[in-house]
């Protein structure tokens, strides 16, 4: 049980880390479309 609950949270961390990495991209291209705008 322990270790299915580590490989759980290690999943939810790589979900939570890919957002984080999608949203500051989106941030990122808006800024310099906004920019080039």
């Given at each position: 049980?322990?270790n299915r609950r580590l490989?759980?949270?290690?999943?939810?961390?790589?979900?939570?880390?890919?957002?984080?990495?999608?949203?500051?991209?989106?941030?990122?291209?808006?800024?310099?479309?906004?920019?080039?705008?």
């Amino acid at each position: 049980g322990r270790n299915r609950r580590l490989a759980r949270d290690f999943e939810a961390t790589i979900a939570s880390a890919t957002a984080f990495l999608y949203a500051a991209s989106v941030m990122l291209l808006t800024r310099r479309l906004a920019r080039s705008a």
